[in-house]
């Protein structure tokens, strides 16, 4: 199983990204796609989560500006972020939880100017 994460980059304070992360499975035999995110000394946390319902869950520090949503058609999640804050600087994962197990893709650095 590949995941393959793009779209990170620089942008500065208040703009806005859109990450994804296409899997090399089929979407219906996935529970959860995830994304974290890791800054320089900290730990990996969970950002935001879609379930197979299309549910979704968010860490508190991006509710309200951070949307995950997933494309059946094209087995991917994206997380579009906006109103972005220097602390949301960090690598960001996405995760897959599947019938075959759990995956992680390679990270794609998000890093926010003040």
């Known amino acids: 199983v590949q995941l393959q994460a793009s779209g990170g980059g620089l942008v500065q304070a208040g703009g806005s990204l859109r990450l994804s992360c296409a899997a090399s499975?089929?979407?219906?035999?996935?529970?959860?796609m995830d994304w974290y995110r890791q800054a320089p000394g900290n730990e990996r946390d969970l950002v935001a989560t879609?379930?197979?319902?299309?549910?979704?869950k968010y860490a508190d520090s991006v509710k309200g500006r951070f949307t995950i949503s997933r494309d059946n058609a094209k087995n991917t999640v994206y997380l579009q972020m906006n109103s972005l804050k220097p602390e949301d600087t960090a690598v960001y994962y996405c995760n897959v939880n599947s019938v075959y197990g759990e995956y992680w893709g390679k990270g794609t650095q998000v890093t926010v100017s003040s």
């Open positions: 499975i089929s979407i219906f035999s996935i529970n959860t």
């Open positions: 879609t379930s197979e319902s299309g549910s979704t």
